[in-house]
């Protein structure tokens, strides 16, 4: 299929806004039911080759071991046990507040006992609504969702590509459901110093000296796709440096800045894989620079680190 097929905001904004908020239900249910993880890396969702998952999910403790997933195949929530039992539902003409029940029942049938502390949106607009009282949004549009998933698969796949090249501490590629973005993250090993006043997800998200890299599908401060970086804590003059290719460029944001590369002007690129994949690379070198990584050490050129295996063969 085509490489970075057009995904215009208004054309999925309904679906988007539904998907999102099924997204936070069973995002919040991964995070109620798995084992912490640094920088809250038990919390994203990975793909599938029908959608995503949560991946197993519970302890070894006796009690279930299951997996949330969807198929934007078969449009549907699929609940599975590690015995192998099962349910499911059709996505398409759900609310949020009858996905949000029908999960829970799922869940339920299948002997889970799991509890959302907070069972409403993360910072979204309409945050301090219930899931079990939205039922606003309740667009779903198969063709679209499945666009959505082919997206994000295709994006993973550079991002996966991009993430070989660095040797350090780095994130999965994943999908963040609070954010709506696909994103991978790599860590210098500093520590990073934070107001007292952070907030504790943003704290522990941001515990270490960063440059993270990814994809959102835009938003009303952005209304368009985007692959975006940025370095956090960010460095003085960063957003002085130049990116590639030409049209990528940087967005004040708050206090700091995002380099940008919009989705139209990289499907635009002559080859828009290498347009994102130097992207990243620039934005990477960028802050890596700025704030003194040693950057040979870290590097890993072709997902390779032993330095016999990388010298070219005789």
Do not use: C
Not at 119 to 144: I, K, M, N
Not at 221 to 227: D, H, K, L, Q, R
């Amino acid at each position: 299929m085509e490489l970075f097929p057009p995904m215009p905001l208004a054309q999925w904004q309904d679906t988007k806004e539904t998907l999102h908020r099924f997204a936070q239900v069973v995002g919040k249910i991964r995070l109620a039911a798995s084992v912490r993880r640094n920088h809250w890396w038990n919390v994203p969702f990975h793909l599938t080759g029908r959608g995503m998952t949560t991946r197993p999910t519970g302890r070894a403790d006796g009690r279930p071991v299951f997996t949330i997933d969807f198929d934007f195949v078969s449009h549907q929530l699929v609940v599975a046990t590690l015995d192998g039992r099962a349910r499911s539902f059709p996505l398409q003409g759900q609310s949020v507040a009858s996905f949000h029940r029908n999960t829970l029942e799922a869940l339920a049938d299948l002997g889970i006992d799991v509890s959302i502390r907070l069972p409403r949106p993360y910072d979204l607009p309409d945050a301090d609504r219930p899931f079990a009282e939205d039922t606003e949004h309740a667009g779903y549009d198969p063709a679209q969702a499945n666009r959505y998933w082919q997206v994000l698969s295709q994006v993973t796949l550079v991002l996966e590509e991009f993430a070989a090249g660095y040797a350090g501490k780095a994130s999965p590629v994943h999908h963040f459901w609070h954010s709506f973005d696909v994103a991978h993250t790599r860590f210098s090993g500093r520590h990073a110093d934070q107001s007292p006043q952070v907030d504790p997800v943003t704290r522990e998200a941001y515990s270490r000296e960063l440059i993270s890299f990814g994809f959102w599908f835009g938003d009303k401060a952005m209304g368009e796709p985007a692959f975006y970086s940025y370095t956090a804590p960010e460095p003085a003059e960063l957003a002085g440096e130049p990116l590639v290719p030409a049209s990528a460029h940087w967005v004040p944001r708050n206090d700091s800045h995002l380099a940008v590369l919009p989705y139209a002007e990289a499907r635009a690129e002559s080859d828009p894989r290498s347009a994102v994949l130097a992207f990243y690379e620039s934005a990477y070198l960028a802050g890596a620079r700025h704030t003194g990584w040693d950057i040979p050490r870290l590097a890993s050129p072709g997902g390779i680190t032993d330095p016999l295996l990388a010298a070219p063969l005789q």
